[in-house]
Structures are given as C-alpha cells and as structure tokens.
C-alpha cells in the first residue's frame, strides 16, 4: 500500500514537472534561430531572430543584440518574411550591437515561431561568437501593453580556421543564458486624446516602480497660415514640451499640463530614463490633440480665406489692368498722331498760302491780261 502511494508522489511530481517546463517552454520569448553551430573563416551564415508567444498576441517587439567583435561582420540584414508592419526603429548596427523596434498591426502575433528579422553574418577569424540581448521587451496585445517578456536568451557559433572541427560538446560549455529581469518600459493607459487650448493635458501611465520616466511631446501637426498667424500672436500660450515624472512603488506615473497651451496634433512618447548606463530607453506612446476654442477657429477660416483671396484678387487686377492699361496708352498715342497730323496739315496750308501771297506782285507784271495803268 505504502508503495502504491509513493509511486503515485512520484508520477505526480512528474506530472508537474513536465507541465511547468511545457508552460515555460510556451511563455513568451525572443530567441536566436542558428542553423550551424559552427562555420568555417570567410564564410557566411544567417541568424535569425525569432519570438515565440503560444497563449498570448504580442503587437510590438523590441531589444538589443550585442555580438562578439572582430570576429564576425554584418554583411546585411533582412526583413523579408517579417512579422512586423510597421518598424519604429528598422534594425540598425553600431560597433557591435543591433538595435530595433518595431510593431505588429492589430491582431498582433501570436504563434510559436514568428520571424523578426535575419542577420547575415561573415566569418573573419576563429573563435566562439556569442549572441545576446542585452535588452528585450515584448509588448502583449492587451490595450496596456504590458511587457510579457521575463527571460533574455542568448545563443553561439563557432569560428573555425580552414577545415578545422570542434567537438559539439565544446560549443554547448561556451554558450551562457541569462536570467536577467528586464525592466519595464513605460506605458501611457490612460490620457486626454482632445485637449482645448485653454484646458490641461493629462496622462497616466506605468512603468519601472520607483525609476524616473521622461514624457517628449512633439507636435507633428501641419499648420495653415492662419494657425501660423494665430501663434504668433498669442505669445502666452505655450508648447507641450517634456518633462521628467517619478514613478510610484507599483510603477505608477502620471502629468498634467499648465493651461493656455498652443493648439496642435502633439506625439506624446515615455522614456525609461535609466541613470545607470545614462540611456533612455522609449516605450509606446500616444497622441493628444489640443485644438482652439471657436472664435479662434472662426479667425483662422478667416485669415486662411483672406490669405488664399487677396492672391487671387490681385492677380485678376493685374489680369485687368494690362490690357486696359494698354488700352489707354493706345488711345493717347492716337490722339497724339492726330494732334501732329493736323498741325502738319495746318502747317502745309499756312506755306501754300503764304507762297500764293508771295507771287501774286509779280503775276500783275507779267499777266498781259492785266495792262499797267
């Protein structure tokens, strides 16, 4: 009897322990996809980089990949294939580190194998090529962006000079696996998406308990003559700029704005500000639009219509205004040609008479039909 009951301990101590390593198995994860662990000087080999999240849709992604130096380059990397639509940070190489972010659109992934992107890799001397994250998060579909990620993976290759073979039980000793607990970035839950002008912007958020949180406001709005006009005048008002925000001991954090703010379509982006490595590190943000009340709006359709009339209108004059200017320069150039021809015609007439005057003596002489007296 005794017996019967320790083997049924065991099969359940089994049971649970197959079950939490096919749930951590499932848990959601950014790993490496190698598809040799080892190649050979001048070679090329492609990495790719993965997420698995079985229970859970993830709708953005991001981290940090660091790689051993000198002894790998990074001929290309490709997003064909991706499961991202939308990068925020296309993959980007620096030293010897690869950095992204990017977003799958609504309904997110949610699947076991979903491609991030592929790093091509060129062999340049022998040696072990470790790959981690240095960073990582993945953001859950769950309208608060929670960061499912618990766990940072890391993976190796071997470098081998010419034909050279390392045993396959070397290569397993040299790869580490961290366990580091990730941070959590920043993420606004709750804001005021339409702010009047002469109101308060409010956001509420949570991030890291007890780390400082960095809120950039931009405006992206493109604004109208009058909008233009309109900001220039009201030199009170002020820009949602940015602003630094303690969170709480639950990770808590919220702002809100002074009053009098300028009108405009304004991305407001969380940055985990971390003091020790002095880097930001951005989270998902939101946008807040503050517009004007409705006399200033009125003003604006008025100034955008005076500024695209006045254009207009005085085209049409300068239209109007050419011919009949021509016009009237015509008209006096004509009565100036017939003020000259007349005077030339008076002038014609005031010889003949005067020549007639001139010969009328000497016709008394000379007609025999006029006898001297």
């Known amino acids: ?30 790993f490496f996809s190698v598809p040799s662990k080892q190649v050979v000087e001048g070679e090329r080999l492609t990495v790719d ?58 309904p997110g992934f949610q699947g076991s194998n979903g491609l991030v992107f592929q790093i091509n890799f060129q062999a340049k001397q022998a040696g072990a090529v470790f790959l981690n994250f240095s960073e990582g998060a993945l953001l859950a579909n769950d309208g608060l962006g929670t960061n499912v990620l618990a ?38 839950i709750d804001y005021s998406a339409l702010v009047n002008s002469n109101g308060a912007a409010y956001l509420k958020g949570k991030g890291e308990p007890n780390a400082l949180t960095k809120i950039v406001f931009k405006d992206v709005s493109f604004k109208s003559l009058g909008e233009q ?26 702002y809100t704005s002074g009053s009098n703010l300028v009108a405009g379509v304004y991305n407001a982006t969380p940055f985990l500000v971390d003091s020790n490595t002095n880097t930001e590190k951005p989270g ?22 005076l500024g695209l009339l006045i254009p207009v209108v005085g085209l049409l004059v300068v239209i109007y205004f050419i011919p009949w ?13 017939g003020l000259e021809e007349e ?7 005031q010889l003949e008479r005067q020549d007639t005057a001139a010969t009328q003596p000497f016709d008394k002489f000379t007609n025999p039909n006029n006898p001297p007296q």
């Open 49 to 106: 980089v993965r997420i698995q999240s079985a229970n859970q849709s993830i709708n953005a992604v991001s981290g940090i990949i660091t790689f051993t130096p000198n002894l790998v380059n990074v001929v290309s990397i490709s997003k064909d294939r991706s499961i991202i639509n939308l990068w925020t940070q296309e993959p980007k190489v620096l030293r010897n580190q690869i950095s992204f972010e990017g977003v799958a659109l609504n």
């Open 229 to 254: 006009f309109i900001d220039f005048l009201q030199t009170k008002k002020k820009k949602l700029d940015e602003v630094l925000v303690r969170n709480d001991d639950a990770g808590g954090f919220q």
């Open 151 to 188: 766990k940072l993976n890391s993976s190796a290759f071997n470098i081998v000079a010419g034909g050279g073979v390392i045993p396959p039980n070397n290569i397993s000793t040299i790869i580490p696996e961290s366990e580091n607990k990730l941070a959590t970035l920043p993420v606004i």
């Open 325 to 337: 200017y021509s016009w009237r320069r015509m008209r006096v150039l004509k009565r100036k040609l």
């Open 284 to 305: 998902l943000g939101v946008q807040l639009l503050v517009t004007d009340n409705k006399i200033v709006k009125i003003l604006v359709v008025v100034i955008n219509v």
């Open 1 to 30: 009897m005794r017996h019967v009951l320790n083997l049924k301990i065991l099969s359940l101590l089994i049971f649970c322990l197959i079950g939490a390593n096919i749930a951590h198995a499932q848990s959601p994860s950014i």
């Open 343 to 349: 005077k030339l015609e008076l002038s014609e007439h």
